[in-house]
Nanobody
Framework: QVQLVESGGGLVQAGASLRLSCAAS????????MGWFRQAPGKEREFVGAISRSGSGTWYADSVTGRFTISRDNAKNTVYLQLNSLKPEDTATYYC?????????????????????WGQGTQVTVSS
């Protein structure tokens, strides 16, 4: 069973940066495609970014392209989300997720239904 634990959230001012981490266990990490999603109060969960098993492929939501960067360290079983130039509208709970059946090492997954394991979330709050 894959377990995911996020960390790194916090309260920051607009324009600041944060780096979120997600540590995975229970499965060979390089077999997992990874993604980040977020959910703000009263809103539906939305896709933020994803990275392939190998790390060669990434994809981002339009709202974060150019500001957020996803990366992974397979030796440390960890995926990261670097958040730069944060805006108040980035305020949300951020969730790490894993695709358990990622057969193509270069493919990235955008749909939440493709993800079979989820972390508990970490809160990011951006003040104006």
């Amino acid at each position: 069973q894959v377990q995911l634990v996020e960390s790194g959230g916090g309260l920051v001012q607009a324009g600041a940066s944060l780096r979120l981490s997600c540590a995975a266990s229970g499965r060979t990490f390089s077999s997992l495609a990874m993604g980040w999603f977020r959910q703000a109060p009263g809103k539906e969960r939305e896709f933020v970014g994803a990275i392939s098993r190998s790390g060669s492929g990434t994809w981002y939501a339009d709202s974060v392209t150019g500001r957020f960067t996803i990366s992974r360290d397979n030796a440390k079983n960890t995926v990261y989300l670097q958040l730069n130039s944060l805006k108040p509208e980035d305020t949300a709970t951020y969730y790490c997720a894993a695709v358990l059946s990622a057969y193509n090492s270069a493919f990235v997954y955008q749909a939440a239904r493709d993800y079979g394991a989820w972390g508990q979330g970490t809160q990011v709050t951006v003040s104006s």
